[in-house]
């Protein structure tokens, strides 16, 4: 066989193997962010019946994110009160100490972002 075939040979041969690859492992789906912000509602009130705090930021505190398979992530929020995480999509609970709420469900859509609030009433 003379160097030409061979060498075509080659390239249908590697573009073959290329294609069977592609077709098994399809290109995963983007990653999806997921941010997390704690407010601060309450407080002492205010002269014309306003709270002290309304969606003020809590910095500097745990927000925790876990899948169905047990997997978690953790973060604190920064000076404006948000974490970020960086998900597969999929389903997710997140959670902080801070609030003493139960976990919140979220859904990630690949390549989007999805928010969360977490409430906290201070009296």
């Not at 399809?26 to 019946?49: K, Q």
């Amino acid at each position: 066989m003379g160097w030409f075939k061979a060498g075509v040979l080659g390239v249908g041969t590697a573009l073959l193997v290329a294609a069977c690859t592609t077709e098994r492992h399809p290109p995963a789906p983007p990653d999806s962010t997921l941010l997390v912000h704690i407010g601060l509602f309450g407080g002492p009130g205010l002269p014309g019946g306003r709270m002290a705090d309304s969606n003020a930021p809590a910095p500097d505190e745990s927000v925790t994110v876990g899948n169905a398979a047990g997997r978690e992530w953790r973060a604190e929020t920064g000076r404006d009160g948000v974490a970020m995480f960086t998900v597969r999509p999929g389903r997710y609970m997140v959670a902080s100490p801070y609030c003493g709420h139960g976990p919140q469900r979220v859904t990630a859509e690949a390549g989007r972002r999805s928010y969360v609030q977490i409430r906290c009433d201070i009296p």
